[in-house]
């Protein structure tokens, strides 16, 4: 089945922004939980993994609204990963209702950054963004209710 998601990666707080997020969201995460580094199967084509690594995340996900995906890993430097946040992307959030918008977004932007307060746009839609206390950035658009 196809579908749309967002992959993350984190400089080893995976763990504790998606705990944040299912705060926010609910539901629980997918795909057989939470995998870590430890699940990788030895190779020899893999060096060793350094210890403190091990209880890292390689992989989880957890669903939003309407079918749309958070993913995200833990990118270990010791693994060759060097994670810059930018501000080249954002979720997009489309709640179905102002009061939906309104908890997603207080939620979101706690310990973080407003960047534009939910506010009623000329195109139609309540609308505001925020960057999380991870770094991420989210847009809310609203065209409920």
């Not at 196809?2 to 705990?19: G, M, Q």
Request: overall charge negative; proline content about 6%.
């Amino acid at each position: 089945m196809a579908r749309v998601s967002t992959y993350l990666n984190f400089p080893r707080k995976t763990e504790e922004a998606f705990n944040f997020y299912k705060s926010i969201f609910g539901g629980e995460f997918g795909n057989d939980g939470v995998a870590r580094f430890s699940d990788i199967p030895p190779s020899d084509e893999m060096p060793p993994l350094a210890e403190e690594d091990k209880d890292l995340i390689m992989h989880i996900e957890l669903p939003l609204l309407g079918g749309h995906v958070l993913m995200g890993t833990d990118a270990p430097e010791s693994m060759g990963f060097k994670v810059n946040f930018g501000n080249n992307s954002y979720i997009n959030l489309e709640p179905d209702t102002k009061a939906e918008t309104k908890r997603l977004f207080d939620g979101l932007s706690e310990g973080g950054i407003v960047t534009m307060e939910l506010q009623q746009m000329f195109w139609g839609a309540y609308y505001g963004s925020c960057t999380d206390k991870f770094g991420v950035q989210w847009m809310f658009n609203c065209t409920g209710n």
